[in-house]
């Protein structure tokens, strides 16, 4: 009986402690509700509720909160992609003349502005989606059409590249690999990564976003002596303050005036294409090397689809050591892997080759079984020039050349050329008291090659006078010809120069209108053995 009154008295406790007036908690400690977990844990609310209540305290009435929470505003999916664009602008506006000036540039050209914005339907949204993730003014997916007009194939006379148009070392500097397959800069996954990672680069050291577009033009370096310049002067230092090249002048006005079309296109007059609001391609990975057209036929897709989603690839097969992953239209890439794996023919029917010493087109086309006009014409090699060793060279798949591309190869190929010597069959007399080796030296040729081809042996004495038969470039070997005597010949009989020359001038006297007769003066065959010996000496025949 005494256990069941004391677990009546608790309860009442209880009760007592837990029944409050709504409100009324921060006026009554004694009856407050538990603050915290820990409360309730270490039963403070029992030590509460002992010192606030006795047994004979009325219960407080037990009341009712409303809980119903202030209405949410609903947020609408964006429309298409120029409405989700606008929504993210967040650089302030550029004001002034020049903004005004590229709008009117713009408006008036309305085929233009049809043309760029429906090429950008391919590559926006991939680029929208980076601009988000990486919390970026939208501002930014613009800065294509500034550049290059969205053609990711567009390159400057400066030699920039691609949709965002990289200079050759700055993509180097942000791994844009760069070599007779592929021009990452062109590629739309790499250029888009490295463009952002660069602007966010520039964005943290100007701290302004105008100053870092302007650094993407001029270059930082040039941004950064701008700055220095005016705050000796004690000058602004903000991007329409700096002194600066007209190109990066108009830079963000061009950009500021993309920006106000695209936000209000009915006030210029100009029509967007509707760009849906969702993914235009999708990411494959390849594991084996594959020809483009093998590609294409398994996505249903032409080659000219495939190369503009694909733009890097500057050959008729994907490496996939070098370039694993491709684009496909969305709805095309789950039709490529269905197909692949019902695919049983060859995958590839080109390799890269290594050519392993120096030749011509024709001998290393000889080497891989192709004509010599088929290896120049998908390696691009001009005519008249030779084949360095080291050269990679894309050659069909057969016999020994019949595996995939190493990623050695395929990320470091390159084509070295130097200018193709032609040699020609010349005959020359020995000198006085000369052997085959001083004669090989004074036209600059090996010893060896000289005795090979006289079938002699290299330090054979020759009779003066002796015919020799050496092989000299084409230059040289005309101009030998055209100085049949030595000059310590010519240097002997001074006088039958003088008397020769005489009789030239003479005979023109006697020679009517029309029919004039020339002779080669003193002067003009001097000038004729020079060259000679200056070819001969820059031009060494090794073996």
Request: proline share 7%; aromatic share 6%; with cysteine.
């Amino acid at each position: 009986m005494a256990i069941g009154l004391a677990t009546l008295a608790v309860c009442t406790l209880l009760l007592g402690g837990c029944a409050t007036v709504p409100g009324d908690a921060g006026n009554t400690p004694a009856n407050a509700a538990p603050t915290s977990r820990s409360e309730l844990r270490n039963g403070d609310v029992l030590a509460k509720g002992r010192s606030g209540a006795s047994d004979s305290s009325p219960l407080s009435p037990i009341g009712t909160v409303d809980t119903r929470f202030a209405p949410v505003a609903t947020l609408s999916a964006p429309a298409d992609m120029w409405d989700r664009i606008r929504r993210g602008f967040a650089m302030p506006d550029l004001q002034g003349d020049l903004v005004r000036d590229r709008e009117q540039w713009y408006a008036s050209r309305p085929d233009y502005i049809e043309r760029m914005t429906g090429r950008s339907g391919r590559y926006i949204f991939h680029i929208v989606e980076e601009i988000e993730r990486r919390n970026m003014p939208m501002e930014l997916a613009l800065l294509p059409f500034i550049e290059s007009a969205f053609n990711p194939q567009a390159v400057s006379s400066a030699r920039a590249a691609g949709m965002w148009q990289f200079m050759p070392a700055t993509g180097q500097s942000f791994d844009l690999k760069q070599n007779i397959f592929r021009d990452d800069r062109r590629d739309v996954l790499a250029s888009t990564r490295a463009a952002l990672d660069y602007l966010q680069q520039l964005h943290n050291r100007f701290g302004d976003w105008h100053l870092a577009l302007a650094a993407y033009n001029w270059g930082q370096g040039n941004v950064n002596r701008a700055i220095t310049r005016n705050q000796r002067e004690g000058k602004p230092t903000g991007y329409t303050d700096l002194n600066m090249p007209l190109e990066t002048r108009m830079y963000v006005p061009k950009l500021q005036a993309v920006k106000n079309i695209i936000a209000n296109p009915e006030a210029f007059n100009a029509q967007l294409p509707l760009i849906g609001n969702h993914p235009f391609f999708d990411t494959v990975t390849l594991d084996r090397d594959m020809d483009v057209s093998v590609i294409a036929q398994l996505s249903g897709i032409s080659e000219q689809d495939f190369r503009a989603l694909n733009p890097s690839i500057k050959h008729p097969v994907v490496m996939a050591a070098g370039t694993p992953n491709i684009l496909l239209p969305w709805d095309s890439a789950a039709v490529f892997m269905n197909n692949l794996q019902a695919h049983r023919g060859p995958l590839a029917s080109w390799t890269a080759w290594v050519v392993p010493s120096t030749m011509t087109a024709e001998q290393a086309a000889s080497r891989v079984g192709m004509s010599e006009q088929a290896l120049r014409s998908v390696n691009n090699i001009p005519p008249r020039m030779l084949v360095r060793a080291g050269s990679s060279l894309l050659v069909p798949r057969s016999g020994q050349h019949d595996n995939d591309v190493s990623e050695q190869v395929a990320d470091n190929g390159h084509l070295s050329l130097q200018p193709e010597i032609v040699l020609k069959r010349t005959t020359v007399k020995a000198r006085k008291g000369e052997n085959l080796a001083k004669l090989a030296n004074r036209y600059g040729l090996s010893p060896v090659s000289v005795a090979d081809w006289n079938k002699m042996a290299v330090n054979a004495r020759l009779k003066p006078g002796q015919r020799i038969t050496l092989l000299l470039p084409q230059r040289a070997s005309k101009a030998l010809m055209a100085t049949p005597r030595p000059a310590a010949a010519r240097a002997k009989a001074p006088g039958k120069a003088r008397a020769l020359a005489k009789s030239t001038q003479a005979r023109k006297k006697a020679t009517a209108p029309g029919k004039r007769v020339t002779a080669p003066s003193t002067r003009a065959t001097a000038k004729a053995k020079k060259p000679v010996q200056r070819v001969a000496a820059s031009n060494k025949v090794r073996q």
